[in-house]
């Protein structure tokens, strides 16, 4: 009896020293940034390997403990490297959502080249999991799911994608809906469509249709469409992708789901954008439907990223808003949404001290204050329930800082920003050092630098002239509307304290030749004028632009196209820019 009580205590002191070194709030912090290029499982059908990158953040997750997955597909002409992701991340704007959620984002490339485009084969009329982009990508999410540093949970696996990888994200969400919670279709054609019928829904196909063949897809997992929510966006001026496609899909997927349901009043997104959620009999919202006026076929990254290349950051941020939808109504963990922090602040300032306060949503457990400074601070017992004040004794100098909440559930909300302050006499304001320019364009030139200590923004300098209209937050900025092959001067100044700071020291840069030197000149004729002077080529009683591969439509006298040559032996279709 007594080496019985042994044991147990003995069990019960393991257990106790193993949830003391191991919490089971966390998760292993990542690099915060995208990875290098990356090489995965083989394409049988396609040729060569799965290639990409993936985005592994160093925040904490925010349900439960455990990783969100987003796998993110470029659309056709575009790559992982220059448009999903292109540095750390101007390109579709996916790194600041996996750092606010503490997600994993893998940015495949398209294997092969399909359709002579580098798309996803979503026009594919015998989708499987066993073979060709299918299969590869969800081996990829396999090898993520499985791989435990990582830490996912297979209940926050997600897929979204631009054109055909709009079209792909629709594929993948009705072949596997027991693998992707939610689904993010944006500007993507349906399933059972050809290319060729990109520009028009073709006749006699309904959501029904597609609905058919989704369900088709799915097999013995169709069960699992009980649990899945998908979305969908569009722009008002997309006219390569039919705008129709949006709707049918997300009507195809409320089919699919199998219940009845209600559309809510359209909501207003930043951007430009109008969405419509619909929820099912039980009050659940399963699906979206965004419309985005003025944006062509792009995909919306909103600011902070990119603007090129099919990339809009002068409209909607999808990354945020699929993100928050896919947070709040997902069905597959338990109550999917954690603490929110509603406010932070420092007040109280003295010359020795300050007093941070905070309010945030749900059962708090505890607040977790971090201040950056002269006198480091990580106290992650500064209070609990709906409000917290705390005061800190502090050395003179600037800090900055952030709060967030932890819940009985141990999920942890996004950090809330304290506003820079100063305690004690306020130090000089000195400019930025280490001015550095990224990669130079005939038009662009992104520029970097350290932060400045007493600065609480900064301004931009070209040639003696400021070209920023506000004070820069962060410490990144990118210069554009300048001219090619030309040299310039660039100094970046500090702004705080009520004033300005000297300009730093100064950066001369000259941006590239652009494009040879080359004259964009547009011609309007008949399609078949096109071909014959060598500006397109026909395939099939089918004409297509040179270069771009654009489709003009039949190759006949009595069809029409301009179309641009922008480059040598380069044509699209459109006017100059």
């Known amino acids: 009896m007594t080496h019985q009580i042994q044991r147990t205590l003995w069990h019960a002191l393991v257990l106790i020293l193993l949830c003391w070194a191991w919490p089971s709030w966390g998760a292993t912090p990542g690099p915060g940034k995208w990875s290098a290029q990356q090489t995965w499982a083989a394409d049988s059908v396609n040729g060569g390997n799965l290639t990409g990158f993936f985005y592994w953040p160093a925040s904490e997750p925010k349900i439960g403990g455990k990783r969100a997955l987003v796998l993110v597909l470029h659309g056709c002409k575009q790559t992982a490297a220059a448009d999903v992701v292109n540095g750390n991340d101007g390109g579709y704007n996916w790194s600041a959502m996996g750092e606010q959620y503490g997600a994993v984002i893998v940015a495949p490339n398209a294997t092969g080249n399909v359709y002579y485009n580098h798309c996803w084969d979503y026009a594919n009329t015998s989708h499987t999991r066993a073979s060709g982009h299918d299969k ?14 990582y830490q996912i949970d297979p209940n926050q696996v997600y897929v979204t994608g631009l054109s055909s990888g709009g079209g792909e994200t629709m594929v ?19 399933p059972g469509t050809t290319t060729i019928q990109i520009g028009g829904v073709p006749s006699g196909y309904t959501a029904s249709t597609a609905a058919s063949r989704c369900k088709a897809m799915a097999g013995s997992a169709a069960d699992k469409f009980s649990t899945q929510i998908a979305g969908a966006i569009w722009g008002t001026f997309d006219y ?10 997300t009507e195809a997927m409320r089919i699919v789901y199998g219940s009845s349901f209600t559309p809510s009043a359209a909501e207003t997104v930043p951007g430009g954008g109008t969405n419509i959620p619909y929820r099912d009999s039980n009050g659940k919202v399963r699906t979206h439907e965004i419309t985005v006026a003025g944006m062509g076929h792009s995909w919306p990254a909103g600011p902070g990223g990119q603007n090129v290349n099919f990339v809009d950051n002068t409209k909607v941020n999808y990354p945020a808003f699929v993100m928050d939808f896919w947070y709040k109504n997902n069905l597959r963990v338990g109550t999917s949404v954690g603490p929110e922090m509603k406010s932070c602040t420092a007040a109280g300032i003295s010359t020795t001290s300050a007093t941070v306060s905070g309010a945030a949503t749900g059962d708090v457990k505890n607040y977790t204050v971090v201040l950056n400074g002269p006198t480091a601070v990580n106290d992650n017992a500064a209070g609990a329930g709906a409000n917290f004040n705390k005061t800190y004794n502090l050395a003179a100098g600037n800090y900055s800082g952030t709060v967030t909440a932890t819940d009985t559930a141990n999920r942890t909300s996004a950090a809330c920003n304290i506003a820079q302050f100063s305690v004690g006499s306020e130090p000089a304001l000195t400019p930025p050092t280490g001015i550095t320019a990224g990669a130079v364009t005939d038009t662009t030139v992104p520029l970097t630098w350290t932060a400045a200590g ?7 300098y070209v040639n003696g002239a400021r070209v920023t209209t506000e004070p820069v937050a962060g410490t990144a900025y990118t210069v554009s509307n300048l001219i090619a092959n030309t040299a310039y001067t660039i100094t970046v100044t500090s702004v705080g304290n009520g004033g300005e700071s000297a300009q730093s020291a100064a950066l001369s840069v000259t941006t590239t030749a652009g494009n040879g030197g080359w004259t964009c000149t547009a011609v309007t004729a008949s399609n078949y004028a096109h071909v014959q002077a060598g500006r397109a080529t026909v395939k099939y009683g089918v004409a297509y ?28 279709v459109g006017n100059c820019p």
Do not use: E, H, W
């Open 136 to 149: 590869v990508l969800l081996d990829v999410v396999d090898r993520f799911v499985k791989d435990p540093q």
């Open 172 to 190: 993948m969400g009705c072949l596997a809906p027991d693998v992707f919670a939610g689904v993010g279709i944006n500007a993507g054609p349906t």
């Open 240 to 249: 390569t992708v039919d705008q129709k496609y949006g709707p049918l899909a």
């Open 454 to 460: 007493a600065a609480t923004g900064y301004q931009v």
């Open 545 to 572: 632009a040179n270069g771009s591969n654009d489709l003009l439509g039949l190759s006949s006298l009595y069809f029409r196209s301009t179309l641009a040559q922008t480059a040598q032996g380069f044509y699209k």
